[in-house]
């Protein structure tokens, strides 16, 4: 379009994958089984060979309990390794019956510590005809870091990364384009309720017995960060993994009744502080009761919170960004680069939010071209109606963009009232690189381009619980509505969008690719959507062809 120079938002060689959207899948199936202390994970993803991104197909999880081993040997038990034989079969039958390529199979703490590891490996060998790799602390630390990093934008600030195992907690300090510092602690839920907790719940001396411990074992990787760290820099803080994701539903579930992704989602130290002192109170029986938790990670969670706690006072940080993305994803980011899908670490992240959002548009068989041309029409108007029809400060644009990308991909589930199911689709699936309440602001200015205008009553509403998030969407959402209002044809007639201010009066100016074609039904349309929206604007607003 003309009239206004539209800022390139996808790098050049996007650019050209974009075309391929709508043809062949090119999509090439991975496994990743990870044998850890606690449980045992399963993932098959689709790796999309010309986005050069992936999403989750299958997440299976058995707790397998490797870490209760024999208290005198150090061994792996024969009821557990039978445990992880009988998942680890059921595991390969449903990655063979997905055709993987590759099934990337790794053992973490408990197997690389047991005194019994290479009976145990090769009876996974013989038995199920597995090669399994154990992997030191710092490999498992760097699978680590790939993995948060394929699902979650760096820019250029250092991100220290937590993962509280069972067996062993890593503490990694990174940035978009490597990692600074890569460690491993031999502390972990598991081991420290094996070794420290008989019952629950615990005394006030054994909870500062346990801190002190938790202190202790960490300070040297603690101490690593910090002095990796420059004069003056706060790194943002980000918990991966099963004890992490347990906190966080346990204090989702206290703040709303709505359920939400996890990825993205921001927990205070005051809410960490909070949920800790209540839980240090619990018995076991009352842990057990936590409908967000699991019996297993019932019995764990005082020494997993505890870490987490400890580690975020020796680091000071008041803030923690959960990440639903760890070791299993980074091996088949690993694997992406060993098969020369991703050039660097960067690459990863380089267009992290744009990929996310057009792997997403393929997914819902989005009309590519026709949303494309939707967003287009968004950011002139969004580029040319600052202090008139928004008083964004740039966070918007982007949030407008996938939205317009996006708003079309609940139609293919109900034509009348597809925005319903756009909003719905777009709030459960996965935009890598997104806040939490970023992707809720997607979703919702998806939901709003159409019909109706916010309710009190509507889900979509309520999940936006801050003033200037509700502001935004309904700005934004009123730009999606207008945009989207133009392209009522499948075949453009709209050559460009003129927008200028006339005394008092907002003009939107409309000139066709060819002259002799008519725009009348797009003057039209745009005038209904301005008609309906007119009690949340203070302007008054002509269109022209």
Request: aromatic share 6%.
């Amino acid at each position: 379009m003309s009239g206004v120079k539209l800022d390139t938002y996808i790098e050049k060689d996007l650019s050209r994958e974009n075309s391929q959207l709508n043809q062949a899948e090119n999509i090439s199936y991975v496994g990743a089984i990870d044998i850890g202390t606690n449980s045992t994970h399963l993932l098959i993803a689709a790796v999309d060979t010309v986005l050069k991104t992936f999403s989750i197909e299958l997440a299976e999880k058995s707790t397998t309990r490797l870490g209760e081993k024999d208290p005198l040997t150090g061994e792996l038990t024969n009821v557990s390794i039978q445990r992880t034989l009988e998942t680890l079969k059921r595991f390969k039958d449903l990655a063979d019956s997905y055709k993987v390529e590759s099934l990337l199979t790794a053992a973490t703490s408990a197997v690389r510590e047991a005194r019994n590891s290479e009976k145990f490996l090769s009876l996974i060998k013989d038995h199920i005809g597995l090669e399994v790799e154990v992997i030191s602390g710092s490999e498992e630390a760097r699978l680590i870091y790939l993995g948060v990093l394929s699902g979650m934008e760096f820019g250029e600030k250092s991100h220290v990364l937590i993962d509280i195992g069972g067996g062993s907690t890593e503490l990694i300090l990174a940035d978009a384009h490597d990692s600074k510092a890569l460690t491993s602690t031999k502390i972990g839920a598991v081991r420290l309720k094996n070794e420290f907790i008989t019952r629950e719940p615990i005394s006030a001396g054994k909870s500062k017995f346990l801190r002190t411990f938790i202190q202790g074992s960490l300070e040297p990787s603690v101490d690593k960060i910090l002095r990796r760290l420059r004069p003056g820099e706060n790194p943002v803080m980000v918990a991966t993994s099963g004890t992490a994701m347990a906190i966080g539903s346990l204090i989702l579930s206290e703040n709303t009744s709505l359920k939400s992704k996890l990825q993205g989602y921001k927990v205070s130290k005051s809410q960490i502080d909070d949920l800790a002192k209540k839980l240090l109170t619990m018995t076991l029986e009352e842990l057990r009761g936590l409908t967000a938790l699991s019996d297993r990670r019932s019995e764990i969670i005082v020494p997993g919170i505890l870490i987490l706690q400890t580690t975020m006072e020796m680091l000071d940080v008041h803030e923690v960004v959960l990440s639903e993305r760890a070791l299993r994803e980074g091996l088949v980011v690993d694997w992406m680069f060993r098969n020369k899908f991703l050039q660097n670490r960067f690459s990863l992240q380089g267009s992290i939010r744009d990929r996310t959002v057009l792997h997403q548009a393929k997914r819902f068989r989005v009309n590519f071209l026709r949303s494309e041309r939707v967003a287009q029409n968004a950011l002139i108007l969004y580029d040319n109606t600052f202090g008139v029809l928004h008083r964004d400060n740039g966070q918007g644009r982007q949030l407008l963009w996938a939205a317009s990308m996006l708003h079309t991909c609940g139609q293919h589930i109900n034509l009348g009232s597809y925005h319903k199911h756009s909003w719905y689709l777009i709030r459960h699936g996965e935009l890598l690189g997104y806040s939490q309440s970023e992707h809720l602001m997607v979703a919702a200015i998806a939901r709003y381009h159409r019909k109706s205008f916010p309710k009190k009553r509507h889900d979509s509403w309520q999940c936006l619980t801050e003033k200037e998030h509700r502001q935004l969407v309904m700005h934004m959402s009123i730009l999606l509505r207008f945009a989207a209002a133009l392209d009522q044809r499948p075949d453009p007639l709209v050559r460009s969008i003129d927008v200028r201010r006339d005394s008092r009066d907002l003009i939107i100016k409309l000139t066709s690719e060819n002259p002799a074609q008519n725009l009348e039904l797009e003057k039209w349309s745009l005038k209904k959507a301005l008609l309906m929206s007119k009690e949340h604007i203070n302007v008054k607003v002509k269109v022209e062809i």
